[in-house]
């Protein structure tokens, strides 16, 4: 099943000519028939329509942080989705103050939404999400001199897929027999033989970790969001030699992403929130500086989607 990233936003503070403002969809249209949205800059419904997202799709919206590049897009979204078939509840996590931020903005532009809308406000103490079916989603908070969370999203496991070309000798109609094996069970054909579906099964699939880190500089709660991730999404706001400012500002370096990589075992990291003071080969030297630590980074742009993917892979695809 093909989880994705599709990256929506990539810029840092204001949008550019080459990346807009912060969003991300994780795409879990094979396993939900969903896509969850993380944070939701200005413009960010503009950016969709150069897809082939579809708004009604999106079920989910997380949002790390109040800072205007990762919420000024709300509003209109969540007001044009209405007009886009989108009739589907959708649920909005965030900080203390983004029940406020929307429902105000809602409120004063006469906007009324043709969907249920849940807004759930998350402690700053951090917790788990229980999102059904098994999926799960722990959130921290991170050190932005706001509070902004980091999301760690957590697939359940898989079982098995039945190996029908196993059984085609045994040539058994379609029907129930199918289920029962898939299920593991044991059953008796009519003519006697006897079939343990748990012979008949591929192993089971762990469930994939994506890690999702609102802006922060370096602390303790991303490594043990990123722990074993088979993907990192982290800001790189700064490259190396402006760490001091980063720090200062509550930012991360190019430098620090790939640190983190490497000692949280993940096995692809992408760097996204790109000041725009970077351009061309400027961008590029982010990129080079963390791979000389992470050989798994990758620089992304608007509109990059990569596979998350799961085992033991460790190389980003597009």
């Known amino acids: ?28 249209l ?8 993380f944070d939701c800059g200005e413009a960010t419904q503009h950016q969709i329509l150069e897809t082939s997202l579809k708004p009604r799709k999106i079920t989910k919206i997380f949002i790390t942080h109040l800072h ?9 979204f969540l007001s044009s989705r209405s007009f886009q078939g989108g009739d589907q509840p959708l649920t909005l996590y965030g900080p203390s103050g983004i029940k406020d931020f929307v429902e105000s903005a809602l409120r004063l532009s006469k906007s009324r939404l043709l969907y249920p809308l849940e807004i759930v406000e998350l402690s700053p103490k951090g ?20 509070l902004s969370f980091g999301y760690r999203i957590m697939e359940p496991r ?14 058994i109609p ?16 009519a003519d006697g033989t006897v079939l343990n579906g748990q012979d008949f099964l591929a192993p ?27 993907a990192l999404v982290h800001e790189c706001t700064f490259e190396e030699s402006e760490a001091r400012m980063a720090a200062s500002y509550h930012h991360s370096t190019s430098r620090q992403a790939a640190q983190v990589a490497q000692a ?31 050989e798994g980074a990758r620089l992304v742009y608007d509109f990059d989607e990569f596979d998350v993917i799961g085992g033991d892979s460790s190389c980003p695809e597009a």
């Not at 990539?10 to 994780?26: D, I």
């Not at 396993?31 to 969850?36: A, D, H, P, T």
């Not at 898989?158 to 040539?171: F, H, I, K, M, N």
């Open 127 to 146: 917790g788990r999400l229980d999102l059904g079916k098994g999926w799960l989603v722990d959130y921290q908070a991170l050190n932005h001199g706001i």
């Open 174 to 189: 379609n029907g129930p027999i199918f289920g029962q094996l898939k299920r593991g069970e044991t059953v008796t054909l």
């Open 30 to 37: 094979d396993e939900l028939n969903e896509v969850w949205l």
């Open 264 to 294: 949280s075992n993940v096995k692809a990291l992408y760097l996204t929130h790109i000041s725009a003071r970077y351009m061309g080969r400027d961008a590029k030297q982010l990129e080079d500086q963390a791979r000389r630590i992470f």
């Open 68 to 76: 205007g590049d990762h919420i000024f897009g709300l509003p209109g």
């Open 1 to 28: 099943m093909s989880m994705k990233l599709l990256f929506l936003g990539t810029g840092a503070g204001v949008p550019s000519r080459n990346r807009n403002v912060s969003a991300l969809a994780l795409k879990l």
């Open 204 to 230: 089971a699939r762990e469930g994939r970790v994506v890690t999702i880190l609102g802006d922060t500089k370096t602390c303790d709660a991303i490594q043990e969001l990123a722990q074993d991730a088979d």
């Open 158 to 171: 898989t079982s098995g897929e039945l190996l029908v070309d196993r059984l085609a000798s045994y040539q």
